[in-house]
């Protein structure tokens, strides 16, 4: 494992305070077990990377370890060299420790590139994707997923709603996620050709708010906001916050919901031998005929 530094090439100023995100991701490494989403997103990446008629033989995947064992075990022969790197204080089981914003290899080293449940904590996300798009060769493909914006909806709604009845404010405690909209424009922005977004919904039901505040801790997802309310939370909140969701539950087992909302994005490095778009107007063929039925004008 090589360690490239903490922050030679430091984010913008931004909403997430990084020295702390790399902290909590670190100690989510040492917990034992794995994030269950770590794992079904990796499965995922498998499945979309098998799904390319293609062998990737240098693939960068940007995520936590556990993310890169499984898509290498899962993947098979359809990738060769594969280099795992993150950016946690903990990078024992990573080759590479670097910035998301200042990749540490040189320009169009990796036929595939794949970030897992990563970007939402930069802060400065299209420089990521900059440089994502800057170290793939010509016709490399990205493929990428973090939190979107329905993500923990119902955490943030009960979260606002006991702290103002019990403190009598509100401060911000879960980061804000970007939409789908947001996400294909990202992607245009930082010069991907033929971007793609799609959306994966994972709903988790869980008995224990204890249970949940494990699993967002094994991911480092905690809070990390540069702008968080710093004062210790009572044992009386967070009872309140675990009635509050089980209250808000329609189900009669005792166990609550909680969404993850996975945006999966994917575009590949500009190359002229890939297909183009036909220009508007250009069709020989009505949609009509294709389609075998008659057309009306409107």
């Known amino acids: 494992m090589q360690h490239m530094g903490k922050d030679t090439q430091p984010d913008k100023q931004g909403p ?39 062998q990737f033989d240098n693939v960068l995947v940007f995520a936590d370890p556990v993310f ?42 990796f036929d595939l590139v794949i970030n897992g449940l990563s970007l939402h904590g930069v802060n400065d996300v299209p420089k990521a994707c900059v440089e994502i798009n800057r170290v793939l060769r010509a016709d490399g493909l990205f493929i990428g997923c973090l939190f979107g914006g329905a993500s923990l909806g119902e955490l943030r709604l ?5 702290e103002e009845r019990l403190l009598g404010r509100v401060s911000p405690r879960i980061s804000p996620m970007i939409s789908m909209d947001q996400a294909a424009q990202l ?16 709903t988790a039901r869980y008995g224990e708010l204890k249970t949940l505040l494990r699993d967002l801790r094994r991911m480092g997802e905690s809070n990390a906001l540069a702008g968080r ?18 209250n808000g539950c329609s189900e009669n087992d005792g166990k609550f919901q909680i969404s993850y909302d996975i945006l999966w ?9 890939q297909a183009q778009p036909l ?13 075998g039925v008659k057309e009306h004008k409107l």
Not at 20 to 49: M, S, T
Not at 187 to 202: K, S, T
Not at 265 to 273: D, M
Not at 280 to 291: M, N, V, Y
């Open 68 to 109: 890169g064992e499984i898509l290498q075990a899962e993947a098979g022969d359809k990738i060769g060299h594969m280099v795992c790197a993150h950016y946690s204080d903990a990078g024992d089981s990573c080759d590479l420790i670097c910035s998301q914003t200042a990749l540490a290899f040189a320009d169009q080293s």
């Open 16 to 54: 997430f305070e990084r020295r702390l995100i790399r902290q909590r991701k670190a100690r989510g490494q040492r917990q034992a077990g794995h994030a269950f989403l770590y794992e079904r997103c990796a499965q995922d990446a498998a499945e979309r990377v098998a799904s390319v008629n293609r």
């Open 158 to 162: 009960a979260m606002y709603e006991v």
């Open 229 to 246: 309310d710093k004062r210790a939370l009572s044992r009386t909140f967070f009872l309140a916050l675990e009635d509050n969701l089980k």
């Open 279 to 291: 220009k508007p107007g250009s069709a020989k063929t009505k949609l009509s005929d294709a389609l």
């Open 265 to 273: 994005l994917s575009g590949w490095r500009p190359c002229p031998t």
């Open 187 to 202: 992607l245009q922005h930082c010069g991907f050709a033929m971007p793609v977004i799609d959306r994966d919904m994972v």
